[in-house]
Structure formats: structure tokens, C-alpha cells
């Protein structure tokens, strides 16, 4: 179960996404900002839950298998790795035109519940008990609470080089782990259509 919780809290990624949550929030009082991220953090906790429950109704009804599922998923964990390694400025040309403080987008979901994160829960839905999975979520959503709640402290205390390098570890993981979902998915390919 802890493996679960911890692929979710990489894909969730709140240490990487601290410097885009501080630029969007930026001019809106501290004591705000704290309420907007434990705001924005239950309802990215709600998506995640919603995709864990009706996520495999989505399946059935788009009938897709089990190992275009992990193979794609596996793609997708690569590149959000990609990113974390490499990072780009996710606030460029949002930040600017922002007139009111975020609701929903972009903050709780892509920048918290992404595509990633609500594929890698549609395949740990069908993978493990539902009651696993639920828990697993919410082990993950006790690490990303209070990191997200942090991140005007955490981006002053680490500076952006220590968030970059931090986000940059969780990426090599992530990248680690996304070799191990494609590759689990081609196998289960060979053995359905050749095994």
C-alpha cells in the first residue's frame, strides 16, 4: 500500500509544482494563500476518488485492456518524469493574465490531479482492492496537504535550486517507475496475444 501512496504522491508532484502554486497565488495575503491550498487540495483529493470509483466505468464504456492501460501509462509517467527532470516554466502566460485568485484549474487539477494521476488510479483501481487503492490516496493526500499548505515557506527556505533539485530526485524515481508500468504492460501485451 505504501508503494501505491508514494507513485501517487510523486504523480502529484507538490514539491515540483510549489513554484508554480507561489507565482499563481502571488499578491494574495498569506493567511488567503493557506486557505486556498487546503481549498484546492481537498478538491484535488475528491477528483482523485471520483477517478478511483467511476474511473473503470470509463474503461469499460471506451473498452480499452489491461495492458494498453499500463503501456500508456508508462508513457505518461516518462514524460511527467521528463518534465520533473527537466523542468519549463509552467506559470508562463498564466500568471499574467489572472485577474482572481484559482479555482479548480489550475491549480487542484492539472498542476495536483493531472492525466497522469487519474490514469495511474483507473490502473491501480483494477490492479488492487478498491479499499487499498482509497487508502493509498489518502497516505498520499497526508504528504501533499501539508506540503502544498508550505509553499510560500518551503520555496524561501530550500530557494528554487533546492525545489529543482528535489523535484529533479522525485523525477528519476518516477522515471524509474514509469519503465517498470510499460514494461509490466507489454508483457501482459505478449502473453494476451502470444502467450
Keep these: 500500500m505504501l508503494e501505491l501512496a508514494f507513485t501517487i504522491f510523486l504523480l502529484a508532484n507538490p514539491i515540483g509544482n510549489c513554484p508554480a502554486i507561489v507565482a499563481l497565488l502571488k499578491g494574495i495575503p498569506l493567511e488567503r494563500q493557506k486557505k486556498i491550498m487546503f481549498r484546492e487540495s481537498i478538491i484535488s483529493f475528491l477528483i482523485a476518488i471520483i477517478f478511483l470509483f467511476f474511473g473503470e466505468y470509463l474503461l469499460l464504456l471506451i473498452d480499452v485492456q489491461n495492458y494498453a492501460l499500463s503501456l500508456c501509462s508508462g508513457v505518461l509517467l516518462f514524460?511527467?518524469?521528463?518534465?520533473?527532470?527537466?523542468?519549463?516554466?509552467?506559470?508562463?502566460?498564466?500568471?499574467?493574465?489572472?485577474?482572481?485568485?484559482?479555482?479548480?484549474?489550475?491549480?487542484?487539477?492539472?498542476?495536483?490531479?493531472?492525466?497522469s494521476s487519474m490514469t495511474i488510479i483507473m490502473i491501480f483501481a483494477k490492479q488492487y482492492p478498491i479499499l487499498k487503492v482509497f487508502l493509498a490516496i489518502c497516505i498520499a493526500w497526508v504528504?501533499?496537504?501539508?506540503?502544498?499548505?508550505?509553499?510560500?515557506?518551503?520555496?524561501k527556505i530550500l530557494g528554487k535550486r533546492g525545489l529543482l533539485a528535489l523535484e529533479q530526485l522525485m523525477g528519476m524515481l518516477l522515471a524509474m517507475l514509469a519503465v517498470e508500468t510499460a514494461s509490466s504492460g507489454i508483457k501482459a501485451y505478449i502473453e494476451s496475444n502470444w502467450g
Excluded at 479548480?104 to 498542476?111: D, F, R
Excluded at 504528504?143 to 520555496?155: F, N
Design 143 to 155: 504528504g501533499v496537504i501539508p506540503i502544498l499548505m508550505s509553499a510560500p515557506y518551503l520555496q
Design 79 to 115: 514524460f511527467v518524469a521528463f518534465g520533473m527532470i527537466f523542468p519549463h516554466d509552467v506559470t508562463q502566460g498564466v500568471v499574467s493574465e489572472r485577474t482572481q485568485e484559482p479555482f479548480v484549474v489550475p491549480i487542484a487539477t492539472p498542476l495536483i490531479t493531472g492525466p
